[in-house]
């Protein structure tokens, strides 16, 4: 029934060690988001697909990058974690950029 | 700027009060309003959306919400809240344009229900 899947829900990386998050959705949606979260804020969006076409939001790191190889995945590319980057991460899917959004599970990031 | 702001950061009820939760946006244009709600170890849900057409929707578990637009604001209610309606819940915000993708986020309100 799962419908946005993210892998793996906890992850523990070392400062500068690159890590990726993956998220799949079995929707068909066409569009694919990627949030963080940090404790008691509200998600932040980084950057977003609509179809192959990616959009990043103005103040996303240059640290943080995506890849969409496919419909059902979407990955988020850490090249080198800071400890401030510490987070949860939090994969969405759309029909279409108007429409609700459907979240997973998130990850947790943690940086040692 | 555009922005979506919550009044209430943290609430504290008892089993059967009622429940309103303030959301206010800053957009110019016809947007689109939501309410998420996370509950303890979850992921974020819809909990209910308004698009156009009746300014009152109603979600699910009981929820309802309001759209005035003159007051640009979009509260959540619900009569008689249950324990199990302790979680966080996030207003939403976005621009039912093409440009307008981005769903702003206000802060949050944590809710405890005590027994």
């Known amino acids: 029934d799962a419908m946005v899947i993210q892998n793996p829900r906890y992850q523990v990386t070392q400062f500068g060690k690159p890590v990726t998050l993956s998220c799949s959705q079995t929707?068909?949606?066409?569009?694919m988001y990627w949030y963080q979260q940090k404790s008691s804020q509200a998600p932040k969006l980084l950057f977003h697909?609509?179809?192959?076409?990616?959009?990043n939001e103005a103040d996303t790191p240059d640290n943080f990058q995506s890849r969409r190889p496919n419909t059902s995945f979407c990955f988020l590319d850490i090249r080198s974690p800071g400890l401030g980057d510490a987070a949860m991460y939090l994969c969405?899917?759309?029909?279409?950029?108007?429409?609700?959004?459907?979240f997973g599970p998130g990850t947790r990031l943690t940086v040692t | 700027a555009q922005s979506v702001s919550q009044h209430n950061h943290h609430v504290i009820l008892s089993e059967a009060a009622s429940l309103e939760l303030g959301c206010n946006y800053s957009?110019?244009?016809?947007?689109?309003l939501f309410w998420y709600v996370q509950y303890p170890g979850q992921h974020l849900q819809l909990l209910l959306k308004?698009?156009?057409?009746?300014?009152l929707v109603k979600g699910i578990k009981g929820f309802e919400a309001e759209f005035i637009k003159s007051k640009f604001s979009f509260n959540l209610r619900k009569p008689s809240v249950q324990w199990s309606d302790t979680a966080e819940y996030f207003c939403?915000?976005?621009?039912?344009?093409?440009?307008?993708?981005?769903?702003?986020f206000g802060k949050g309100t944590s809710l405890l229900v005590t027994p």
């Open positions: 969405a899917t759309s029909r279409s950029r108007v429409h609700e959004q459907y």
């Open positions: 929707l068909n949606h066409n569009v």
């Open positions: 697909y609509y179809d192959k076409d990616f959009n």
């Open positions: 957009y110019g244009g016809t947007v689109n």
């Open positions: 308004y698009f156009s057409g009746d300014p």
């Open positions: 939403a915000v976005n621009l039912n344009s093409n440009s307008g993708y981005a769903l702003n």
